[in-house]
């Protein structure tokens, strides 16, 4: 059971915009800890896609976008292709476990 | 450019302990904090612990608290991780993944190969 919680899939076609929620509680995103994405191929380390809650990282495409409200966070991608096709992961802190927890992670199926 | 190597695949027994290795080069290795995350077969990730070389300071998770040690080595720029009192519930790929700023972030900006251990009688 993991901390924060994701939807297992979504599915979008070709060009259209999906967007993934990560839904925490007061001892993490609601306590205002910044909320991290990770995109995972298959048999690939994950990659860093937005940290900080809404920040690119480096040589990530702007199709991807980030925001939050007071206890949760979402993940847009639009123009959606084929490479899409991946497992996402938020990340964030929790205070009361001291230390990183993570969402279970949404399979993103380019249809 | 920033790279984390890990050491290859380990087979261990249950009950045994297993050491895996994160060699970091391109950056100044100190000042980074590595963290430890686990993937079990087709399962999410998995926080185990952070240390910062530098001082040697850490955190491990508490399901970890018992049975997990970090270590540094700075003349080698390496961070070592053992796991001990194995079962099968603790095969998984094991990664390695540094702070994207230094002295402290919570993001990980790169991420070793990963390292699959498998615990089997």
């Known amino acids: 059971q993991s901390v924060l919680t994701q939807p297992p899939s979504v599915s979008g076609a070709p060009g259209q915009t999906v967007s993934i929620s990560c839904t925490g509680g007061g001892s993490n995103i609601g306590a205002g800890y910044e909320v991290h994405w990770y995109q995972q191929l298959p048999g690939r380390a994950p990659k860093l896609l937005i940290y900080v809650d809404n920040n690119r990282a480096s040589g990530v495409s702007d199709r991807f976008s980030g925001s939050r409200s007071p206890t949760s966070a979402s993940l847009a991608i639009t123009g959606l292709q084929a490479e899409d096709e991946a497992e996402y992961y938020c990340q964030s802190f929790d205070r009361s476990l001291g230390g990183l927890v993570y969402g279970g992670g949404t399979w993103v199926t380019v249809l | 450019q920033v790279q984390l190597v890990q050491s290859g695949a380990e087979v261990k027994k249950p009950g045994a302990s297993v050491n895996v290795s994160c060699k970091s080069s391109?950056?100044?290795?100190?000042?980074?904090?590595i963290t430890w995350i686990r993937q079990a077969p087709g399962q999410g990730l998995e926080y185990m612990g952070w240390?910062?070389?530098?001082?040697?300071?850490?955190h491990y998770a508490q399901k970890f608290q018992d049975r997990f040690t970090m270590t540094t080595d700075t003349s080698t720029a390496t961070v070592y991780m053992q796991l001990r009192s194995l079962t099968s519930d603790d095969t998984a790929v094991y990664y390695c993944a540094r702070d994207r700023v230094s002295w402290h972030s919570y993001e990980k900006d790169h991420w070793g190969q990963g390292t699959l251990v498998t615990v089997s009688s």
């Open positions: 391109g950056y100044t290795f100190s000042i980074y904090r």
């Open positions: 240390i910062t070389p530098y001082d040697g300071s850490s």
